[in-house]
């Protein structure tokens, strides 16, 4: 298969994957999987994000919230969190109870998926109470990008050093 085609599939089948990560599933080197990239990035193939660590690609056609949200969905931890929000509401302890992370790597995440406007909260008999601000666009994206596609050991790794 040619290169190119290879790595706009792999794209397609992972919105959001990560450079290594393509490295891994390629067997291509740095300088060639750069080469091809930045040349689909060009022609204007494929949608590139990058920030000061990470570098990910996603197929056109994701919107900017898409990228958002797919971000989070590939990273364990607030995948955790979103699929425990999806099911109902919940205060703090109960996420950290669900997603069996310590306190301090749940409100890490939690902080994030406010900031990246995901989750909101409701002080509810002076507790906060966690929900998804937008039930229906996460789980088509969870239905679209099936979770077992999303999900990379990889990234448990991130979460991994994240909570450190």
């Given at each position: 298969?040619?290169?190119d085609?290879?790595i706009i ?15 891994r ?14 040349k ?38 607030p995948r ?9 509401d919940?205060v703090?302890?109960k996420?950290?109870?669900?997603v ?27 507790k ?7 039930k229906k ?12 596609l999303i ?5 448990r790794l ?7």
């Amino acid at each position: 298969m040619d290169r190119d085609l290879q790595i706009i599939d792999l794209i397609e089948k992972n919105p959001g994957i990560k450079f290594r990560e393509m490295m891994r599933e390629t067997g291509m080197k740095n300088g060639v999987l750069s080469y091809h990239t930045r040349k689909l990035e060009k022609i204007g193939v494929v949608k590139v994000e990058r920030s000061s660590r990470k570098t990910r690609f996603y197929p056109l056609g994701i919107t900017n919230e898409e990228s958002v949200l797919i971000k989070s969905l590939r990273q364990e931890t607030p995948r955790q969190i979103l699929l425990s929000l999806l099911e109902t509401d919940l205060v703090f302890n109960k996420i950290v109870e669900k997603v069996k992370k310590s306190q301090s790597t749940v409100s890490t995440y939690l902080s994030q998926l406010i900031n990246d406007d995901l989750v909101e909260f409701k002080i509810i008999d002076l507790k906060k109470v966690f929900s998804i601000k937008n039930k229906k666009i996460v789980q088509n994206a969870i239905n679209k990008y099936h979770p077992t596609l999303i999900e990379r050991s990889a990234d448990r790794l991130a979460d991994i050093f994240n909570s450190l």
